[in-house]
Nanobody, 124 residues
Framework: QVQLVESGGGLVQAGGSLRLSCAAS????????MGWFRQAPGKEREFVAA????????YYSDSVKGRFTISRDNAKNTVYLRMNSLKPEDTAVYYCARDLRPYSNYDDILWDYWGQGTQVTVSS
């Protein structure tokens, strides 16, 4: 049974920074791609960032590229999302996700496990 638990959300002023964490239970964390998504009120869930199982490849949406950084610590079974230069439009519930299958290339990722989400609110 895989469980993903996000933390680190909160209220921050525009221009500020936050670091989200996602702790994963279960074995073999290091062989799965991990990702972050977000959902703002009244909007669909959208992709934010992903990191492949090796940790050597990262992917970002255009809206966060250059401001957010995804990373992973396999020893701690944790994936992080460092968010800098936050904007009010970054306000959303942020979700951590895990790939269904191990050793996936980016185009083959199926996001199958989700955390409960953590709220990020950016005030102007």
């Amino acid at each position: 049974q895989v469980q993903l638990v996000e933390s680190g959300g909160g209220l921050v002023q525009a221009g500020g920074s936050l670091r989200l964490s996602c702790a994963a239970s279960g074995r073999s964390f290091s062989i799965y791609a991990m990702g972050w998504f977000r959902q703002a009120p009244g909007k669909e869930r959208e992709f934010v960032a992903a990191i492949n199982w090796t940790g050597k490849s990262t992917y970002y949406s255009d809206s966060v590229k250059g401001r957010f950084t995804i990373s992973r610590d396999n020893a701690k079974n944790t994936v992080y999302l460092r968010m800098n230069s936050l904007k009010p439009e970054d306000t959303a519930v942020y979700y951590c996700a895990r790939d269904l299958r191990p050793y996936s290339n980016y185009d083959d990722i199926l996001w199958d496990y989700w955390g409960q989400g953590t709220q990020v609110t950016v005030s102007s």
